[in-house]
C-alpha cells in the first residue's frame, strides 16, 4: 500500500467521478494537433482545385469567346472582358472578327480607366486596320485616352500635348465625321489646360518680380492659344510686368491689342476703367 504522500494516480481517478474518462497528459494537445492538421490538409485541398479550375471562359473558343467578352464588356466586369479578349487574340490570330475584339479590348481598358494602356490598344488597332469600319472610333480612342489623362495645369503636361496631338490626327483623318467634332471639342480643352499652365507658370515669376521670365510665358500664351479664356488675361499680365520694368511701348501695345481682341472681357474692362 502506498502512503499518503505516494503521487500514483490510480485507475479509478484516470475514470473520473461521472465515470467519463479523463485523458491522459498530453492526449488532448495530441488530438487538437490532429485535427489542426485535418483542417489544414481539407484548405490546401479546396484551394488547389480552385487554382486548377480557371477562369471562366476557360476551355472556350471562336464565337463562344467572344460572346462571353462581349457579355463581361456589356456588364462592365472589365478584368473578365480583358482577359476574354487577350485570350481569343492570343488563340485565334485569324479568327474572323479578330478586329472586333481588338477594339473591344482597347474599350475595356478605357472603361477600367487604364488609359496608357487603352492609347496603345486603339493605336494597335489603327496601325493593322487602318481602312476598317472602326478605325474612326480608334483614332478618337487615343486621342480621349490621352486627354483624360491630362494632368493639372501646374503639373508637366506631356499627356495633354499628347492629346493635342492625337485630336488634331482624328480632325484630319476624319474631317467631316462626327468623330472630328468630337476631337475639335477635346482638342480646345487641351489648348485651354495649356494656355492655363503657361499663365500660372508666367504668374508664379511675375509675383516674385523676375519680369523678363513673366514676360517669356505670357507671350507664348497670347501668341500660341489667342482662342483660349486665357488670352485676355495673359495679355493683362504682359502689360503689367512691361508697364513693371519701363517698357511703356510694349506695355501700351499689350494693352490695345487687349483692348481690340478681347473688349468683353473681365481683364479688358478693368484696364479701360484704369483699375488695373
Known sequence: MGSSGDKTVSGAERIGVSGAAVPFPGEAVRARTRRGGLALFGLLVLLLVGCGSGPAWAGMS????????????DDEDWDDAIGTFE???????SYERLPEARMYLARAHFGKEEFITSAAEFDRFLQRYPSHGLAPEASLGICR????????????????????????????????????????????QM??????SLFLQGRHYQRRNFHDSAILYFQDLVDFYPQTRWAAEGLAALYRSYTAIGWSDEAQRARQRLLDNYPESEAAQELADGSA
Open 62 to 73: 471562336g464565337d463562344a469567346l467572344f460572346e462571353f467578352g462581349v457579355a463581361a464588356y
Open 87 to 93: 485570350t481569343l487574340i492570343f488563340q485565334n490570330p
Open 145 to 188: 485616352s490621352y486627354a483624360r489623362l491630362a494632368p493639372h495645369p501646374q503639373r508637366d503636361q506631356e499627356y495633354t500635348q499628347r492629346a493635342v496631338d492625337a485630336c488634331r490626327a482624328t480632325r484630319q483623318e476624319f474631317e467631316g465625321m462626327n468623330v472630328a467634332e468630337q476631337a475639335r471639342e477635346l482638342q480646345n
Open 191 to 196: 489648348f485651354d489646360r495649356l494656355a492655363e
